[in-house]
């Protein structure tokens, strides 16, 4: 079984779209993340949640809502969808709080989303 | 937050030569973790580094902690390709902040 999956792998949709990607884990973690990694592959955290509480929120536009209906799942929606929108976005998850005890992020294997 | 700086951005190297990539910040680590990307792949852990002037290996791969806790490395020997991908080191703080990456290709 695959220990952080998300869906979907990829998504194609039109500007001013809203679309959503849904992330679960089997690992017991209390913490999950989303990541976006950009063309240029540079990886920039967006949220994370711990226990389904919201701990960081990164500068994101208001566009990007989050959800976490229980520690397993980590959900991410994007209202009015941009060009700069497109990328892949990463799941994570860890059994440490973000912070200096992390430990080791799982990561699912990644939504691709273009916006045309 | 903490922010690293990783270099070089890309590295070619001849399969069975040895590189080395980088990882420098300017301010004290806590620890230092490494992750390994494959193309189309999603990251991969490799390894954390916490002590000052820690050296872990894994098989052909040597990664170093330095001194002041400022800076990392991770050496490859005889490159396969199996090697190739995007190398990243992440740091942390209130988060973990990866760096640019440093995307390796191989000439077999």
């Known amino acids: 079984d695959t220990a952080v999956s998300q869906t979907p792998k990829y998504l194609v949709t039109q500007m001013g779209n809203d679309k959503s990607i849904k992330c679960e884990q089997n690992?017991?973690?209390?913490?999950m993340y989303w990541y976006k990694q950009d063309s240029k592959k540079f990886l920039k955290i967006m949220f994370s949640?711990?226990?389904?509480?919201?701990?960081i929120n990164e500068t994101v536009p208001n566009r990007f809502s989050p959800k976490s209906p229980d520690k397993a799942h980590l959900n991410l929606h994007i209202n009015s969808l941009e060009l700069g929108d497109s990328a892949v976005y990463f799941c994570?998850?860890?059994?440490?709080?973000?912070?200096?005890?992390?430990?080791?992020?799982?990561f699912g294997e990644g939504s691709r989303l273009t916006v045309l | 937050g903490q922010q690293v700086m990783q270099i070089p951005q890309y590295q070619h190297v001849q399969e069975g030569e040895d590189f080395t990539t980088y990882c420098n910040s300017s301010?004290?680590?806590?620890?230092i973790q490494w992750y390994k990307q494959r193309p189309g792949g999603h990251p991969v852990f490799l390894i954390q580094?916490?002590?000052?002037?820690e050296v872990k290996k894994q098989k052909r791969l040597t990664f170093q902690f330095g001194e002041a806790k400022k800076n990392s490395s991770l050496h490859i020997t005889a490159t396969q390709t199996t090697d190739v991908g995007t190398y990243f080191c992440?740091?942390?703080?209130?988060?973990?902040?990866f760096g640019a990456g440093t995307t390796v290709t191989v000439r077999a």
């Open positions: 994570a998850s860890s059994q440490g709080l973000a912070g200096p005890n992390t430990g080791e992020l799982f």
């Open positions: 690992l017991g973690h209390d913490t």
């Open positions: 949640y711990n226990n389904k509480e919201l701990i």
């Open positions: 301010t004290t680590l806590s620890n």
């Open positions: 580094l916490v002590k000052s002037g």
């Open positions: 992440a740091v942390n703080d209130y988060k973990l902040s």
